[in-house]
């Protein structure tokens, strides 16, 4: 089985960063996709940005583009979620999932719904 897992989260102040890692272990094949999510108290699961393996592509959400910034580290089995400039919206439990796909990043390639495997979360606060 694919199994992903969560870190960097935390508790930060307004203005501030957190770098958070989805690393993934277990057999996948070449071509998938890391997909980064948050959830609020209240509101709907939100697509954060996601990356292709397979072709490079990379979508990011209009709500946190300029401020998000979603990259693959040196070990491909871990993605980073660079998060800069927070606020208190972005306080949500963030969680990392895996999809099967040759296509191009998208909105719709990126959905919650079309996820394979998702990690546990980790929680992100905000404060102000």
């Known amino acids: 089985d694919v199994q992903l897992v969560e870190s960097g989260g935390g508790s930060v102040q307004a203005g501030g960063s957190l770098r958070l890692s989805c690393t993934t272990s277990?057999?996948?094949?070449?071509?998938?996709?890391i997909a980064w999510f948050r959830q609020a108290p209240g509101k709907e699961r939100e697509t954060i940005s996601c990356?292709?393996?397979?072709?490079?592509?990379?979508y990011t959400a209009p709500s946190v583009k300029g401020r998000f910034s979603i990259s693959s580290g040196d070990a491909k089995n871990t993605v980073y979620l660079q998060m800069d400039t927070l606020t208190s919206d972005d306080t949500a439990v963030y969680y990392c999932?895996?999809?099967?796909?040759?296509?191009?990043?998208?909105?719709?390639?990126?959905?919650?719904?079309?996820?394979?495997?998702w990690g546990k979360g980790t929680l992100v606060t905000v404060s102000s």
């Open positions: 277990g057999y996948i094949i070449d071509d998938y996709a």
């Open positions: 999932a895996a999809v099967a796909t040759i296509a191009t990043m998208s909105a719709n390639v990126c959905s919650h719904n079309g996820m394979d495997y």
């Open positions: 990356i292709s393996h397979s072709d490079g592509s990379i």
